[in-house]
């Protein structure tokens, strides 16, 4: 049986308190509120842990950042299944020092300043993916999934993504680093939305057979009218794309990400909530 996972709000939490709902996972990241709310949280149901507060990437240069005893003694609180990373890397993540020419004097070396900046090509991103996954599957006393990212213009300009969305680029990490997926149906929506392609055949040429967990909510738009991860509530659309991904994919866990969004009042969130999670719960 596909178990239910959803964002946490104050809104789910009075769903769960009335009982009008059936779950089995919050999710949350381990940042923000999360010290505040846990006990709450975790009274209630186990908590899928997604994210620990330092933006943590398949392609991040600073791991050590990460405090892997915390994180294994929440995942084990909190009884998460497993751990997901995104899968990309920021055009900032891809600078590295490139050394002195061996004929540059010290004077010149010293009046430059910081060594000069190369961007890695993107034939290194894979080694340097690898090696941060390694630290992860190696620490973590959960299994580690990757999940895809979207590729929207609002995206890129947030989080410094560089483009790393193609199927066989997920494929390629995924398979030789031998660790599940994430499947995000929004960000795959949104990167074929960015780049034209067609959704069912990007889904399809994706690892689905690796999928431990699936994303999902509604696309939405930004200011300039491109498409947007803003966590919306799921439309027909969705709920047809799921279906088809669960024709191809076999979940341990299907989680809604939608929280509601700044037009929406309190009522019209838990109200757009509980027809999700009614729907969600007799899809599977």
């Not at 596909?2 to 769903?15: D, P, Q, T």
């Not at 381990?30 to 392609?59: C, K, N, S, W």
């Not at 390629?172 to 997926?181: H, L, Q």
Request: charged residues 25%; proline residues 5%; aromatic residues 8%.
């Amino acid at each position: 049986m596909i178990k239910i996972g959803c964002n946490w709000s104050h809104e789910l939490l009075a769903l769960l308190t009335a009982k009008h709902v059936e779950i089995d996972y919050i999710k949350t990241g381990a940042f923000g509120l999360f010290e505040q709310d846990y006990v709450t949280m975790r009274a209630l149901r186990p908590v899928l842990l997604h994210g620990l507060g330092h933006y943590e990437i398949a392609g991040m240069k600073n791991v050590d950042i990460v405090d892997f005893e915390r994180a294994n003694r929440l995942l084990h609180e909190c009884g998460s299944p497993h751990f997901g990373l995104h899968l990309a890397i920021t055009n900032q993540d891809m600078k590295m020092g490139k050394p002195m020419q061996e004929n540059m004097g010290t004077s010149m070396q010293e009046g430059m300043g910081q060594p000069m900046q190369i961007s890695m090509s993107e034939e290194d991103i894979p080694a340097r993916m690898a090696s941060v996954m390694r630290i992860f599957k190696k620490k973590l006393t959960v299994p580690l999934l990757l999940e895809n990212i979207p590729e929207s213009p609002q995206e890129v300009a947030l989080y410094d993504y560089y483009p790393y969305s193609a199927p066989a680029q997920i494929s390629k990490i995924i398979y030789d680093n031998d660790v599940g997926f994430l499947l995000d149906i929004t960000h795959a929506k949104i990167a074929c939305m960015t780049r034209e392609w067609d959704v069912h055949d990007y889904l399809r040429a994706l690892p689905l057979e690796r999928v431990r967990e699936i994303h999902v909510n509604g696309v939405g738009r930004d200011e300039h009218g491109f498409p947007d991860d803003t966590h919306e509530a799921m439309e027909e659309a969705d709920f047809a794309l799921l279906d088809f991904v669960l024709s191809y994919a076999k979940p341990e866990i299907i989680s809604l990400e939608y929280v509601g969004t700044p037009q929406e009042t309190s009522e019209q969130i838990t109200e757009k909530l509980h027809v999700q999670l009614v729907r969600l719960r007799s899809l599977v």
